[in-house]
């Protein structure tokens, strides 16, 4: 029997996991976050699709047949050519998915103005998947984007209710209003975000609506499995979770309580590196 593989560069992924773990309890996960070498947002595509798919191949041996992305920069430099040029080689039988496509294929249910701003890592706005993919689904919807690459380790280091950390936020959030006065939904496309949704939505206030991602993710997987039976028939369900990660397990452990809101015991693990 399989598992269900959630990737993150690091912590954020866990607000994935936890949404899917609240609206697909009885599943088996496994979750990998890479936080040797994270954080991956400012890495170049070449960099990312490396470790991503070193990421993917680690999942494999620990029995995983489908892998979430649970990060919007492997999503957006990585999936694609995972999907297109390395699975059909390396593991025809498996699946990977990210959290953009699903993201965007909702949005447009958001917006009223039809004017939808973006809060990202640098890699996921250079890479600009947010446009395409949302304008596949709704071409009259106009995209403003908006790069933050101080909000990770501002979260990380919980640093992001200090004055300084609200300072930070709250400048890169009103330079987003400003290349559109229309923007009435904000989108958080990095998984580390939800951590700061209370802040967001104080400085969004009535008008703008502040969108996550993790429940979008969770109930377009629950989709998914409902679509592809054979799939569903061999993962395994007794609703258990490991945490592996790359860097030191007791820091992980003790830093996963503030995405997930409850205590885990996480492993060390060793992908391989590229120099």
């Known amino acids: 029997m399989k598992k269900i593989g959630i990737f993150d560069s690091g912590y954020g992924g866990l607000t994935i996991l936890k949404d899917i773990q609240r609206i697909l309890p009885e599943y ?21 699709y490396q470790f991503t798919l070193q990421a993917v191949k680690k999942l494999f041996e620990l029995d995983c047949d489908l892998v ?19 699975l059909p080689n390396i593991a025809p039988e498996k699946k990977v998915l990210g959290v953009i496509r699903p993201t965007a294929e909702q949005i447009g249910k958001f917006t009223s103005s039809g004017v939808v701003g973006i809060l990202g890592t640098p890699g996921t706005v250079s890479s600009e998947s947010y446009l395409i993919e949302i304008h ?40 987003l209003l400003k290349i559109n006065p229309k923007i009435d939904t904000v989108l958080l496309a990095c998984t580390h975000y939800p951590i700061i949704e209370n802040q967001l939505n104080l400085l969004a206030g009535e008008k703008i609506q502040i969108v996550s991602q993790g429940e979008i993710v969770a109930r377009s997987l629950k989709d998914y499995l409902s679509r592809h039976v054979k799939l569903d028939e061999k993962l395994e369900k007794n609703g258990l979770t490991k945490y592996f990660t790359t860097e030191h397990p007791k820091e992980f452990s003790n830093k996963a309580l503030q995405f997930i809101g409850n205590a885990i015991s996480a492993i060390h693990t060793q992908i391989d590196t590229i120099q």
């Open 136 to 175: 596949k689904q709704y071409p009259n919807i106009t995209v403003c984007q908006k790069a933050c690459p101080l909000w990770v380790p501002l979260i990380e280091n919980n640093k992001h209710d200090s004055t300084g950390g609200q300072i930070i936020i709250k400048e890169d959030f009103l330079d």
């Open 68 to 86: 979430i992305l649970a990060c919007n920069t492997a999503s957006a430099k990585a999936l694609r050519t995972i999907q297109q040029n390395d």
């Open 28 to 48: 088996d996960y496994i979750y990998l976050g890479d936080n040797a070498r994270a954080p991956y947002g400012t890495r170049s595509f070449e960099v990312v």
